[in-house]
Structure formats: structure tokens, C-alpha cells
């Protein structure tokens, strides 16, 4: 079942594809620029967070001036370390993998006609979890991209599993959901399995830590890998734009739009379980970004993808960001995990979701 804001008959997918009014396309240019400019403080304010008093906005910016090549005294070794190598790029991946899952839970409530998936909620982050683990368990992780590899197969082979389960009685939103709690239960099941085959405790530490979704051992790889593959992807997903407008109506609805709809179906979720296995393979498996954040994005600019998706990228990144810096500060100088704090945010709002649609 689509999501009811898809379905209103005053939203025409031709007509949003149409040129839009120039007071509607200003609307929507100040909206764009609204979060541009939100993500870019997010990105330095959440820098500074936590640094320490030794540490302020000066060194900061002697830090990005050195990297700009301007002519500013270079900071001690330890704190030019602790801010370039440690600090941001903790902050880049968090909007990296915000603005993935935010991406991907759109393009997927539009392909499955349901305004409750998202890639936790349906198992393919379980099952990129398993392929991550088993590749690092394995000893074949020799880099980020092995890692990201095991993870796309377990993604992919999870996302395969749910469809074959949902072929013969649809896919109703009551349905799809159970189906996918049942899939990343028996992928959960899996990593546990694996995880305490490999007999190590300190490995199994390791990995139940990072299961939960933690941004600590963010590095400069995982950024440069995390930002490719997201460059790529969701250019491919917004290129598909209409494509998921016409989704929204149902295939037969896209189908008579022209849309080739089982290659173009393929193409996204294909896509959407690449981009969540680069997601999980970096800092494990984060629940409910994806579902709460294109709700949000919908409510204030509309169902059209076109304006959606780059909204809901910027929404995701923000989001993620910010959870991560409150997760980091508020229990100094413990690490939680932001994984655990995104479920806090999520599972509330996923109620409220489901009361909405009169399914609670």
C-alpha cells in the first residue's frame, strides 16, 4: 500500500515532471539553499564538539588553513591528528551514510508501494551485516572494498529472500514489515553465529560493537569509498526520478508513462542494496534513518522525487550528524554507539507512523 501523501489525486506525476512555476521553483530554490546552508554549519559545528578546551574555533581554522594552503601557523602534531585524521572525517561519513539511508528509505517506500520501508526495517542491513562479518571473520577483509563486498552479496541475498517470501500474498505494508522483521532476525541469527564461531573475544567485541552502528573507526578510506560509491548511486536513483513518481501509482501506472518498469525496478534496488552494504561495510548497521527522514522531507516539499531525493540527502546528513555529535558528547567519555540513539529517535516515530495509517 502506497503512502496515502503519494496517492493524492491533486499530485500528478506528469505535471510534476512539468517546469515548475517560477514562485514554486523560488519556493523550492530557498528550500534547497535552506539545508545547504544547515549542513554545511552541522558539518563545522559538529567538528568543534567534544574537542576539548586546549582545542577551539582558532585551531580549527589554522587546521583547515594549513590543508587550504594558506599562510597560517601549522598546529602540534597531536592536535592537527586529532582533528583531520580523527575528527573529521567521523563527521564526513556521518553525513555520507545519513544522506545514503535517507536516499535509499525514499527510493524504496516509492519502489515497494509501502511508506514503511527502509533498509533496517527490511533486513538488508541484517543481511549486509552477515556478508561483512563473514568476510571479516574469513580473513579475506583486506581492505574497505572487501568488506563492501561481503556486504552487497549479504544484501542483496537478503532483499532476494524478502521478495520471495512476499511473491505469492503481496505486499502489503502489515506484511512487508513482519516479513522483513523475520528476515533480519534469521540474518541476526547468522551474524551472531558467526561472530561466536570465530572463538576470539576480543574480535567478538569488535564486531557486536560495530553491529550496533558506530562511527569511531571512521578513517579517510571509508570516507573516499563511502563518497564514490554514494556520488555514483544516488546520481543513478535521481536519475530514476520520474520513474518513482510513476511508481508511486502503482506499474501499471508507470508502465503507461513509458517506463521500462521491471529494468528500472531493478536498476533501484539493486542500487539501494549497493549503496546500504557500502553503508553497513563503514559503520555497521543504522536503523531508521531511511524511514523517518523522507516522512519528514515529504510533509514540507511535496512526493515529486526530483526535489525529494537531493532534500532528503541533505535531511539524512544533518540528522546523522547531529545524533552522532549528542552521542559522542552527552556520555563523555563513554562511546555509544549511534546506532542505539537513532532507534531512540526511530522507534517513536515509526509508532507514530504506523497510528497514522490506522495500523496500530
Request: a positive charge; one cysteine or more; hydrophobic letters at 60%.
Amino acid at each position: 500500500m502506497a503512502d496515502p501523501a503519494l496517492l493524492d489525486p491533486a499530485v500528478d506525476p506528469v505535471v510534476e515532471d512539468r517546469p515548475a512555476p517560477p514562485a514554486k521553483a523560488r519556493r523550492h530554490g530557498l528550500l534547497f539553499a535552506a539545508w545547504l546552508v544547515l549542513l554545511i554549519v552541522s558539518l563545522v559545528v559538529a567538528t568543534r564538539a567534544g574537542l576539548g578546551s586546549g582545542i577551539g574555533w582558532a585551531e580549527l581554522g589554522r587546521a583547515a588553513g594549513v590543508r587550504l594552503g594558506l599562510p597560517v601557523q601549522p598546529l602540534p602534531r597531536l592536535a592537527d591528528s586529532l582533528i583531520w585524521d580523527l575528527r573529521v572525517p567521523r563527521v564526513l561519513l556521518a553525513a555520507l551514510v545519513g544522506a545514503v539511508l535517507a536516499v535509499c528509505g525514499a527510493a524504496l517506500q516509492s519502489v515497494t508501494r509501502n511508506a514503511l520501508a527502509d533498509p533496517y526495517l527490511l533486513g538488508v542491513s541484517s543481511g549486509a551485516s552477515t556478508g561483512a562479518v563473514v568476510v571479516v571473520v574469513l580473513g579475506f577483509a583486506g581492505s574497505q572494498l572487501g568488506v563492501t563486498g561481503g556486504a552487497f552479496a549479504g544484501a542483496l541475498i537478503s532483499f532476494g529472500l524478502l521478495m520471495l517470501l512476499l511473491r505469492r500474498r503481496g505486499v502489503d505494508s502489515m506484511r512487508i514489515v513482519l516479513t522483513g522483521v523475520v528476515v533480519a532476525e534469521l540474518f541476526a541469527a547468522l551474524t551472531s553465529l558467526v561472530i561466536m564461531s570465530s572463538g576470539d573475544a576480543d574480535s567478538t567485541r569488535a564486531l557486536a560493537h560495530w553491529l550496533l552502528g558506530s562511527l569511531a573507526p571512521a578513517r579517510w578510506q571509508s570516507v573516499v569509498v563511502c563518497a564514490v560509491a554514494a556520488a555514483i548511486g544516488l546520481l543513478v536513483i535521481w536519475s530514476c526520478s520520474a520513474a518513482l513518481d510513476g511508481f508511486a501509482f502503482g506499474s501499471d501506472t508507470a508502465a503507461s508513462l513509458g517506463i521500462d518498469v521491471r529494468t528500472t525496478r531493478t536498476v533501484l534496488l539493486v542500487t539501494t542494496s549497493l549503496l546500504t552494504a557500502v553503508a553497513v561495510a563503514a559503520v555497521g548497521a543504522i536503523g531508521f534513518v531511511g524511514l523517518i527522514v523522507p516522512h519528514g522531507v515529504r510533509f514540507l516539499a511535496g512526493p515529486s522525487h526530483r526535489l525529494l531525493l537531493p532534500l532528503s540527502a541533505m535531511a539524512g546528513a544533518v540528522f546523522l550528524v547531529w545524533t552522532d555529535a549528542v552521542a559522542r558528547v552527552l556520555f563523555t567519555p563513554l562511546e555509544v554507539p549511534v546506532g542505539v540513539f537513532t532507534a531512540l529517535v526511530g522507534v517513536p516515530l515509526f509508532l507514530l507512523v504506523l497510528r497514522k495509517r490506522g495500523e496500530l
